[in-house]
Nanobody, 122 residues
Framework: QVQLVESGGGLVQAGGSLRLSCAAS????????MGWYRRAPGKQRELVAA???????DYADSVKGRFTISRDNAKNTVYLQMNSLKPEDTAVYYC????????????????WGQGTLVTVSS
């Protein structure tokens, strides 16, 4: 019904950049918060960045000044620009969104993408 599709992961050298994209599709009425989480090997999933419908943003301390989250509401898409990447940024990155649907009755769904792997080599 509603899904998130991520793209943009890959292998990059330390100091390099990558841009992740996540597009929402389906019977969407509106999207509240959109965000990116990551899970590094052997670690718990953590919030990387989030952007609210009004444009306010939140960042993990570890990525402040290096990562930038943005969204295109017309395209139901959220982006994560990652600069000055470090080996410790290596993880599977997951897109997350709070989505309102009205088809078949009002519901508020928390939806996850399938994940995209980012590998930063030293």
């Amino acid at each position: 019904q509603v899904q998130l599709v991520e793209s943009g992961g890959g292998l990059v050298q330390a100091g390099g950049s990558l841009r992740l994209s996540c597009a929402a599709s389906g019977s969407i009425f509106s999207i509240n918060v959109m965000g990116w989480y990551r899970r590094a090997p052997g670690k718990q999933r953590e919030l990387v960045a989030a952007i609210h419908s009004g444009g306010s943003t939140d960042y993990a301390d570890s990525v402040k000044g290096r990562f930038t989250i943005s969204r295109d509401n017309a395209k139901n898409t959220v982006y994560l620009q990652m600069n000055s990447l470090k080996p410790e940024d290596t993880a599977v990155y997951y897109c997350n969104a709070g989505i309102e649907v009205v088809t078949g009755g009002y519901r508020y769904l928390e939806v996850w993408g399938q994940g995209t792997l980012v590998t930063v080599s030293s």
